[in-house]
């Protein structure tokens, strides 16, 4: 069974771009959701997904986004890059998408997105 | 709010010494999830434990062992005769019934000395 896919791995970005990122979740998982990690806020929650449908966001501003397509893959979108957007962001998956239900939830190696 | 605390930033300790790893976390709720992550330096987050809030006892997987305390509030992890490759940042993480977010501490580097 194949984990959670992110792609792309690492990102140079140059502030003011806007960058797309990808996760595919574990096949029959209908949950996803992102996190930001950074050295100096540690891991933090940006949204999470279910169904195609935003269910949970984080507070972070609208610069950030994302969406979900009916296979469950998910997009993070990033506007107007800062330098202070520089971090990992990782994705989970899981399948239901309640912690009562879950048993865990499975994360992505992650996208090192740099912006200089 | 939801919040979880490890206060120690960083941990060294020598090959086959054992670890325990702090975790407090602070909810209004009274059904939650505790959980235990690794990241090992090739970035993921590695699943170890979830404890929901009404099952205090203890767990033992191997060398890793658990101790979860209501009373105080904490979710303590144990390393038992620590293994160079047991070198990681660990995460302490609490979710919520009604919230699916889950909330990590700041986490602790083990650096585990050969």
């Known amino acids: 069974k194949a984990g959670v896919t992110q792609t792309p791995r690492y990102l140079i970005k140059t502030r003011g771009q806007q960058v797309t990122l990808s996760c595919s979740p574990i096949s029959g998982h209908r949950s996803v959701s992102w996190y930001q990690q950074t050295p ?9 997904y279910f169904s195609e449908t935003q269910r949970n966001k984080g507070n972070f501003p609208g610069r950030f986004s994302g969406r979900q397509f009916s296979n469950s893959r998910s997009e993070m979108n990033v506007s107007t890059l800062e330098l202070g957007d520089s971090a990992l962001y990782l994705c989970a998956s899981s399948s239901s998408g309640t912690p009562a239900e879950n048993t865990e939830a499975f994360f992505g190696q992650g996208t090192r997105l740099t912006v200089v | 709010a939801q919040k979880v605390t490890q206060a120690q930033t960083e941990i060294s300790v020598v090959e086959k010494e054992d670890v325990t ?46 101790n979860f305390q209501k009373s105080t509030s904490s979710f303590n992890f144990t390393i038992t005769a620590s293994q160079v490759v047991d070198s990681a940042v660990y995460f302490c993480a609490l979710s919520e019934e009604r919230d699916d977010k889950i909330i990590f501490g700041k986490g602790t580097r083990l650096h585990i000395l050969p």
């Open chain 1, 40 to 48: 100096g806020q540690g891991l933090q929650f940006l949204f999470e």
């Open chain 2, 21 to 66: 790893l702090d975790c407090v976390y602070e909810t209004r709720d009274t059904t939650y999830y505790l959980f235990w992550y690794k990241q090992p330096p090739s970035g993921e987050l590695v699943f170890l434990i979830r404890r929901n809030s009404f099952d205090e006892q203890n767990e033992i997987s191997g060398r890793y062992s658990w």
